[in-house]
């Protein structure tokens, strides 16, 4: 089964920093999704990055996939104490878009 | 307007009760999931339904019975509870290969 790491396991920042989380796979990743998960709240998709080498960005937040698609990293930008929560991010092992396979989450918290 | 809504938000009862989790999308989306979150905040998929058709049952206790009366809806019953089903559930839908839209969770404590 594909398994994922996730780096690292908890994160505090001071407001306006920039920060970044990795996500490491032991098998390539066909999709690979980034989602935030607040105390209480489901899942908030942020991005999806399917092929080698891409890179995408949402307001402050970009996630890049690497050439061999089996390392992915979310860099936020001037953190805000928005940003606060639990960054995940999810794999889809067969390439089915059927199933996907979570890391273990990053906890952020942003100091203000 | 929700797009993924999960019924109850919060459920607590007692070992061996019979209780159901209801999800439902508007997202006109063709297939739901259910996902349980473990105390390491690990997800991990149980089921997945396309259609009302199942096609992922993971090793899942059949305690454990998924029900989609339409493609918009994907309920989860689970007989005779254990202390060990005390979690956070969380349904999704997703469209083809697009990205997971989660409901807001059912934090399931069994006493």
């Known amino acids: 089964s594909q398994e994922l790491e996730q780096s690292p396991q908890s994160l505090i920042v001071q407001e306006g920093k920039n920060l970044t989380i990795n996500c490491t796979s032991s098998k390539t990743l066909y999709g690979l999704y980034w989602y935030k998960q607040k105390y209480g709240e489901g899942l908030i998709f942020l991005m999806m990055?399917?092929?080698?080498?891409e890179e995408k960005s949402h307001e402050k937040i970009t996630a890049k996939l690497d050439e061999k698609k089996q390392q992915s990293s979310l860099h936020i930008t001037a953190s805000q104490p928005s940003h606060a929560g639990i960054y995940l991010c999810?794999?889809?092992?067969?390439?089915?878009?059927?199933?996907?396979?979570f890391g273990s989450g990053t906890q952020l918290t942003v100091l203000p | 307007d929700t797009a993924v809504s999960q019924t109850p938000k919060y459920l607590v009862t007692q070992m061996g009760n019979d209780k159901s989790i209801k999800c439902e999308q508007n997202?006109?989306?063709?297939?739901m999931y259910w996902y349980k979150q473990d105390s390491k905040k690990f997800l991990k998929i149980m089921f997945s339904y396309n259609n009302k058709e199942l096609i992922i049952n993971e090793t899942v206790p059949n305690r454990f019975s998924p029900k989609s009366p339409d493609k918009a809806h994907l309920n989860l019953h689970i007989n005779s509870l254990e202390l060990g089903d005390s979690a956070v559930y969380f349904c999704?839908?997703?469209?083809?290969?697009?990205?997971?839209?989660f409901g807001p969770g059912t934090r399931l404590t069994v006493l």
């Open positions: 997202l006109g989306h063709d297939t």
């Open positions: 990055l399917q092929k080698g080498g």
């Open positions: 999704a839908s997703s469209q083809g290969s697009g990205g997971k839209f």
């Open positions: 999810g794999a889809d092992p067969s390439g089915s878009a059927r199933q996907l396979t």
